[in-house]
């Protein structure tokens, strides 16, 4: 299939069908990427696209502010400067998770979304003479290949982490980010995105997510203070949290369990506001319980039609009452934007609150039509940053989830 000069030949003259050409360059890497030093798995990704004819390769990852892509240092790559994510085919890709190609002087230059379980780890480009359907068939699954060994190798190294990065972080915000599950989840029927403000100082905000067959839970916290502290209020109510989520025991239990948690740690001095979901994709069934949080919002059509408010119970730590369960059936295509109050008690200048009232107008305003998750919390950060003023002296996040609904039994486990 390669010639020495590194040109393709066509399928009929190697003998090779392009599908199992395919496999043996997806094989190749996974072979060769099983033991090797995470620095060097771009190099070899460089390497193996150029048997395709592919040059001029870049991996280019999100910074933590959400606003730029930027290339990852390495042989074979091409480093250049970091993309704006709004405005650039880069960016595109990116944001909608689809493969974008720019036609250049000297051929195609071709972008891919590097995809995790729906979590984007960032962006490969490389440059193509012209690129043919078996070309973006191969490119679209070595770039998930790829995605997924990356964030598999993650864990192993700081690079990733150091590239990512615009400024420099403080210790608390580096606790939360370590504390995270990734900022996105697509799954059959549902699809989960989160954004945290301000990226290198956050310290008392978190959020939690997971799916356990049918069920997706989801906890959103706001921890009491500032800085390091908080950062460390925040690590046990969600550590108490998964601690309790794993034993399977219902909402109102695992609200007493960080409950207790946090007031042995702590004393009760301190405290947690929380809001803890679950959701059962199967049936759009939601159940909840607040304590002390904002109410989340739903949103349909780009409208938001309804708070989620219902009893609640004192704010994590105080030792409340044991809450009451609300419970809400969704429609397909429903969202619910969870979110801290750093959004809404932000004061501008004149002393003036930003206020729900505002958010919501905002959020209808500039809610994207058939924007995915990721992208529209994305919006929905960066224009409430812009509409305060671009001030932020209080953690702020956003957590949205979708509900699709639709007819996906053969990926829902049956209940019972």
């Given at each position: ?83 704006d ?33 729906g ?23 070595l ?8 964030a ?34 697509t ?77 042995q ?40 039609i ?31 934007l ?5 959004l ?49 002296t ?23």
């Amino acid at each position: 299939m390669v010639m020495a000069d590194g040109e393709r030949r066509s399928p009929e003259e190697s003998g090779d069908h392009p599908e199992g050409f395919g496999e043996q360059l997806s094989g190749a890497l996974l072979d060769q990427a099983h033991d090797l030093p995470p620095r060097l798995l771009a190099p070899l990704v460089a390497e193996e696209i150029a048997k395709i004819g592919g040059r001029d390769v870049s991996i280019l990852l999100q910074d933590y502010d959400q606003l730029t892509l930027t290339p990852l240092p390495g042989s074979r790559l091409v480093l250049g400067e970091p993309q704006d994510i709004d405005g650039s085919p880069a960016g595109r890709a990116f944001l909608r998770g689809e493969s974008v190609e720019s036609p250049m002087d000297d051929g195609v230059r071709v972008y891919l979304p590097l995809l995790n379980s729906g979590d984007h780890v960032g962006v490969l480009a490389l440059t193509l003479d012209s690129p043919s359907d078996d070309d973006r068939r191969l490119l679209r699954r070595l770039a998930g290949l790829v995605g997924a060994l990356m964030a598999a190798k993650n864990g192993y190294t700081d690079l990733f982490s150091r590239v990512r990065r615009r400024e420099a972080m403080t210790v608390a915000a580096e606790i939360q980010w370590s504390l995270l599950p990734p900022l996105s989840m697509t799954a059959a029927r549902v699809a989960v995105a989160g954004i945290l403000e301000p990226a290198y100082d956050i310290a008392g905000d978190s959020f939690d997510y997971v799916l356990n067959e049918n069920i997706l839970h989801l906890a959103v916290i706001d921890a009491m203070g500032h800085g390091l502290n908080a950062a460390v209020l925040a690590t046990v109510a969600i550590g108490a949290y998964r601690h309790a989520r794993r034993t399977d025991i219902g909402l109102a239990e695992l609200y007493a369990y960080m409950d207790k948690a946090i007031d042995q740690q702590f004393g009760p001095e301190q405290f947690v506001t929380a809001q803890m979901s679950r959701l059962d994709i199967a049936t759009g069934r939601l159940e909840w319980v607040n304590a002390g949080h904002p109410p989340p919002l739903l949103l349909r059509g780009g409208k938001v039609i309804r708070r989620l408010e219902g009893p609640g119970t004192l704010p994590v730590g105080f030792g409340g009452a044991q809450p009451q369960i609300s419970e809400l059936d969704l429609q397909p295509g429903d969202r619910l934007l969870f979110f801290t109050d750093g959004l809404v008690e932000e004061r501008w200048a004149e002393g003036e609150q930003f206020g729900e009232d505002r958010l919501i107008e905002v959020i209808e305003r500039v809610s994207p039509g058939g924007a995915n998750v990721r992208e529209a919390v994305r919006t929905f950060s960066h224009t409430l940053m812009r509409e305060r003023g671009g001030v932020t002296t209080d953690d702020a996040t956003l957590l949205l989830v979708e509900w699709r609904g639709g007819d996906a039994s053969r990926l829902v486990i049956p209940a019972g």
